[in-house]
T-cell receptor, first 111, second 114 residues
Framework: QQQVKQSPQSLIVQKGGISIINCAYE??????FPWYQQFPGKGPALLIA?????SEKKEGRFTISFNKSAKQFSLHIMDSQPGDSATYFC??????????FGTGTRLTVIP | EPEVTQTPSHQVTQMGQEVILRCVPI?????FYWYRQILGQKVEFLVS????????KSEIFDDQFSVERPDGSNFTLKIRSTKLEDSAMYFC????????????FGQGTRLTVV
């Protein structure tokens, strides 16, 4: 059973554009939704996270939008830069349990 | 900035051999995890560890896997009798608390079983 579904699989964006990655989940017990950024050969690094009591969280150029009723959340990267080129994973956690990761989105930002 | 460190960065082993992957979690963290990522696929949970015992494990974490905290700083994953399909990146992670807190990941150990 795929706990967290992520799309698209890959994304190409022009420098300065907006990158949008979407995730959906089924388990209503999930109460913590982080996004991880992974560069080749590196481990995932936490980018931004949200709890379901808010609908949006912004940190710099990165924004999470959360729709509890639709069980969806998305990552928006404003003013995308070539340095943002990486694989992005959404994830979800229920209480003290482990992280369930999405399948990842490979973002390429073209100069 | 504190970080999770993993050794070795790359391990090549023959099928059927035992391997031990090592991790040094962040010093004040209490919860430790192992995840794996098969090339090009998503990160998958293996096991979580707290207070010197396994708190949760996935279906992947079968009898060929074991974890240990042999001293106050190291956290190890042992794979007995490795199989070709065990080839993956193995990530160690740690967190200060269990729920709703950031899990810090190490850089991973690339395990290649030949």
């Amino acid at each position: 059973q795929q706990q967290v579904k992520q799309s698209p699989q890959s994304l190409i964006v022009q420098k300065g554009g907006i990158s949008i990655i979407n995730c959906a989940y089924e388990n209503t017990a999930f109460d913590y939704f982080p996004w991880y950024q992974q560069f080749p050969g590196k481990g995932p690094a936490l980018l931004i996270a949200i709890r379901p009591d808010v609908s949006e969280k912004k940190e710099g150029r990165f924004t999470i939008s959360f729709n509890k009723s639709a069980k969806q959340f998305s990552l928006h990267i404003m003013d995308s830069q070539p340095g943002d080129s990486a694989t992005y994973f959404c994830a979800a956690m229920a209480g003290a349990n482990n992280l369930f990761f999405g399948t990842g989105t490979r973002l390429t930002v073209i100069p | 900035e504190p970080e999770v460190t993993q050794t070795p960065s790359h391990q090549v082993t023959q099928m059927g051999q035992e391997v031990i992957l090592r991790c040094v979690p962040i010093s004040n963290h209490l919860y430790f995890y192992w995840y794996r990522q098969i090339l090009g696929q998503k990160v998958e949970f293996l096991v979580s560890f707290y207070n010197n015992e396994i708190s949760e494990k996935s279906e992947i974490f079968d009898d060929q896997f074991s974890v240990e905290r042999p001293d106050g700083s190291n956290f190890t994953l042992k794979i007995r009798s490795t199989k070709l399909e065990d080839s993956a990146m193995y990530f160690c992670a740690s967190s200060e608390m269990a729920a709703n807190t950031e899990a810090f990941f190490g850089q991973g150990t690339r395990l290649t079983v030949v």
